[in-house]
């Protein structure tokens, strides 16, 4: 069953550290190719001085790429960060319902984090949650 | 797996960029290997001027940055991007077309 959210490039059936190994490899061999680009136009920039400002250009698009790259995984992690907190909120919410007995929810299974319907649930656990909250509060008077 | 929405298919102005911008790495990577190898031969050779030499690369690593415009910006496919730009380069000058 094709999954809309299984078309990207997270699925792969590689384990993860031999990704990051190829990630870092690759990230090697891409610093490599800037520094011998950069090198080359130095080379070239001792006879004719206009390709300084070559070396200058290339240098500013080296910066670009390697920040780029360092937002996105900043970017990851924080995503990481927050699928994590959720993830939190969701147990304790379903702590408290069933602490209280009236379960909503279904608590069966774990959801898988990526699938398309746990925003939705998790939503709907947090609704739950307050609703209850707000019951409790309304009983104690 | 996490379903991070940075790994996933898509075109953005941002990959365009980057993907573009690592292309043209590749390009000059094509014109100045020749140099760094053959250090003492080419040192004399007539070369382009540089800004000549820019512009032909970013106006050819567009049709690689296109391509490449929907994957995410990781050194994996940053490198794909690098080979796609060379490639185009090595084309070109296979078919002496500049």
Redesign the interface.
């Known amino acids: 069953m094709p999954d809309p959210l299984h078309h990207g490039l997270n699925q792969s059936r590689w384990p993860k550290r031999i990704g990051r190994l190829i990630d870092a490899i690759c990230l090697v061999a891409l610093i490599v190719v800037i520094v011998t680009v950069i090198y080359g136009f130095w080379l070239r920039a001792i006879w004719a001085h206009g390709y300084y400002l070559a070396v200058a250009v290339a240098v500013l698009g080296a910066f670009v790429i390697l920040i780029g790259l360092a937002q996105q995984a900043i970017a990851a992690r924080d995503v990481a960060t927050w699928r994590d907190m959720a993830e939190w909120q969701i147990r304790a919410a379903r702590a408290a319902a069933g602490q209280v007995g009236a379960t909503q929810a279904d608590p069966d299974d774990e959801i898988e984090a990526n699938a398309a319907a746990y925003y939705e649930i998790l939503i709907g656990t947090l609704v739950a949650h307050a609703e209850q909250d707000e019951r409790s509060i309304v009983d104690e008077r | 797996?996490?379903?991070?929405?940075?790994?996933?298919?898509g075109e953005s102005l941002?990959r365009f960029?980057?993907h573009w911008?690592?292309a043209?790495?590749?390009h000059?990577?094509m014109?100045?290997?020749p140099?760094?190898t053959d250090?003492a031969q080419v040192?004399?050779a007539t070369?382009p001027?540089?800004?000549s030499?820019?512009l032909f690369a970013a106006s050819t690593s567009l049709v690689a940055a296109i391509i490449n415009a929907n994957?995410?910006?990781?050194?994996?496919?940053?490198?794909k991007s690098?080979a796609l730009g060379f490639a185009l380069n090595a084309t070109i000058v296979m078919l002496r077309l500049a």
Do not use: Q, Y
Not at chain 2, 71 to 79: A, K, S
């Open positions: 797996m996490s379903g991070d929405p940075h790994l996933e298919l941002p960029l980057s911008l690592a043209c790495f590749g000059f990577l014109v100045l290997l140099l760094i250090w040192k004399n070369w001027s540089w800004w030499l820019l994957l995410p910006v990781t050194p994996r496919e940053m490198i690098v």
